[in-house]
Nanobody, 126 residues
């Protein structure tokens, strides 16, 4: 089992920045690949970014590419999502997800992930 606890959401004006954090526990951090997803009201949960178990491979959705960056700190067993140039369309609940991995691949579908955090609200005002 992997437990995930997100933090860092909040209210920000358009053009602003936020950094989300997701602390993982229950398993060696190097055994798990991590991802960020988001879900806006009335919409399906969508992929945002993912990072491989050792951090050497990342993938970011086209909708946030150039604005959002995913990273991980093995010493803190934490994955981050740095979000810059936020826009109202970025408003959503953001979820951290984890899956066991033994290679450097990343996954972009919700079904690939076995463990999920509780979500953190990000609201961008215009």
């Amino acid at each position: 089992q992997v437990q995930l606890v997100e933090s860092g959401g909040g209210l920000v004006q358009a053009g602003g920045s936020l950094r989300l954090s997701c602390a993982a526990s229950g398993r060696m951090f190097s055994d798990i690949s991590m991802g960020w997803f988001r879900q806006a009201p009335g919409k399906e949960r969508e992929f945002v970014a993912a990072i491989s178990r050792l951090g050497g491979n990342t993938h970011t959705a086209d909708s946030v590419k150039g604005r959002f960056t995913i990273s991980r700190d093995s010493a803190k067993s934490t994955v981050y999502l740095q979000m810059n140039s936020l826009q109202p369309d970025d408003t959503a609940v953001y979820y951290c997800a984890a899956r066991f991995a033994f290679d450097s691949t990343v996954r972009i579908t919700t079904t690939a992930y076995s463990f999920w955090g509780q979500g953190t609200q990000v609201t961008v005002s215009s």
